[in-house]
């Protein structure tokens, strides 16, 4: 599995070379990190761009609504993201508890969609993973998995979902639904919700194989 750390140089640059003129051919443009961090810095014709695109479609442009700010339309931005503020009378204690609600995030209506992104993008962009060769593996046991999997294939990789086989049809369903070769790119391992020492195992199996990268989001710096 990777070592901790981001890489701030282009490691090989044949397959970052590749990757962009894939991207290029593919029409899939991929937003900077300061632009989901303020979303008003979008490209206007971008913006205008996203009007027309469904916010749940496996579409390239939906990568720049991967942030904080949609609206509960998920289709235009608010000044402030969408959050519950937790009274005192409730939690116990004086201090504020500000709860970020994460459900106005494209294809998954979940946050994890913005931590696959973060952990992918610099992968791709500095040569680390060739999209063609290549497998990105998402261990989880639910919204990090669908996550990576909505990220890589709006990116043209192929992403791969481990988790345990205990978890809820629905999921599944998804998983099936989104997954570039369903048969064999949703790996399901023993247990349910607390079987994560399973789900790792698994993942230990694959790293054998280097054309597997397994993007753990505990270890990930994205």
């Not at 993008?121 to 990090?144: C, E, F, K, M």
Request: glycine share 6%; charged share 20%; proline share 9%.
């Amino acid at each position: 599995m990777p070592t901790l750390g981001l890489e701030q140089h282009v490691v090989d640059p044949a397959v970052r070379d590749a990757t962009v003129t894939r991207f290029r051919e593919a029409r899939i443009p991929l937003p900077t990190f300061a632009q989901l961090a303020d979303p008003r810095t979008i490209p206007a014709h971008i913006a205008a761009a996203l009007a027309e695109v469904d916010p749940d479609a496996p579409h390239p442009l939906n990568l720049f609504r991967v942030h904080w700010y949609n609206d509960a339309a998920r289709r235009g931005l608010v000044e402030v993201p969408a959050h519950l503020e937790l009274p005192s009378s409730l939690t116990g204690v004086d201090a504020r508890i500000v709860l970020a609600i994460g459900q106005r995030f494209p294809m998954i209506h979940a946050h994890k969609v913005l931590a696959a992104y973060g952990c992918l993008a610099p992968r791709l962009v500095t040569g680390q993973l060739d999209p063609v060769r290549q497998r990105a593996v998402w261990p989880s046991t639910g919204n990090y998995c669908r996550g990576g999997l909505a990220i890589s294939r709006i990116m043209g990789t192929r992403g791969v979902a481990v988790l345990p086989e205990g978890m809820s049809e629905e999921r599944f369903r998804w998983l099936e639904a989104w997954a570039t070769h369903p048969a064999e790119d949703i790996l399901k391992t023993p247990g349910s919700e607390s079987n994560v020492k399973e789900i790792y195992d698994a993942c230990n199996e694959l790293d054998r194989d280097p054309d597997n990268i397994i993007f753990n989001q505990f270890c990930e710096f994205g």
